[in-house]
């Protein structure tokens, strides 16, 4: 390997550091003005998002189980998708039941 590659690894290493900060600060500018300025949700929407997230979710989770056989960080990464979707479901399950 020769500097040139070692330095673009650094140099990605510090984006993927650099980056949940920045999208972190964007997220709290947003959250105070929408507190400052409330405005109602389009329920349409919302619903469009959860079902398309439900259909990506699945779809990776069919594709992660065929591969999770092969290769031990595919099936850890399948283990932990999946176990992700049990606690959420257990929490809905949760939240539905209580009075």
């Known amino acids: 390997m020769t500097y040139g590659y070692h330095r673009m690894g650094l140099l990605a290493a510090l984006a993927n550091a650099g980056s949940p900060a920045v999208i972190a600060l964007v997220m709290a500018w ?9 405005e109602v949700p389009n329920a349409l929407i919302m619903i469009a998002v959860a079902a398309t997230a439900v259909v990506l979710n699945a779809a990776i989770g069919f594709r992660l189980h065929r591969s999770a056989k092969k290769d031990m960080n595919v099936r850890s990464a399948y283990l932990q998708m999946m176990g992700m979707r049990y606690r959420r479901s257990a929490s809905s399950l949760r939240e539905s039941s209580s009075p």
């Open 30 to 38: 947003e959250a105070t003005a929408r507190l400052r300025h409330p």
